[in-house]
């Protein structure tokens, strides 16, 4: 939600301590539109990292985002969990399959895995030029003039989701788009480089 700028440490503090949990166990990578999935351990540097998972209560989650889709995993049965920020570039390269293979070596289920495309930006906004759309079958694009096109992530990711062996009834993908809802959410598209960033965290309360 667009309330306050998350690229900002102290408001990402604030946020996690206002749900009563403690902001020091949260890892937040360094995130940078790579492929790169890490599990997350004792240390709070994950450079070069879009892809985030725990295999631990002890450990919270947490990735910045503007446009781009936030994906949450989690697994019902070993409460294994991960947070994946994925753009055009994660997308194309999917990292959403690298985070699910890896929770597929430490012994998920897909079945039993659980996952929200949290609001990103739609098709309805998300243009794109010949060379990006060269990544990504036409099924998924819808042309509009000139060379250019309309891509439609949330449709990728959910097919890929149900590829990799997930459940139809356990995906919920958000419909709202971070471009065309300019009150509700930060977007980089509109705003640019100095857009603020919504922040997408999970973790465990109590445990
Ligand atoms: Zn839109």
Known sequence: MRDKNYAINDNRNEFISKLELDHSVFKFPDQTHSKNVKIVNESNLYLDTDGVISTSPKFGLG?????????????????????????WRGSANKITSVALNKMIEKGSNPEDIKAVIGPSIGKCCFEIGKEVSELFETQYMEPIVGSKFRLDLKDFLHKELISKGLIEKNLLIDPHCTFCEKNKFFSHRREGQTAGRMMAIMGWKNK
């Open 63 to 87: 990735i910045l985002i503007a446009d781009c889709l936030p994906i949450f995993l989690y697994n019902i049965n070993t409460n294994h969990f991960g947070l994946i920020h994925s753009g």
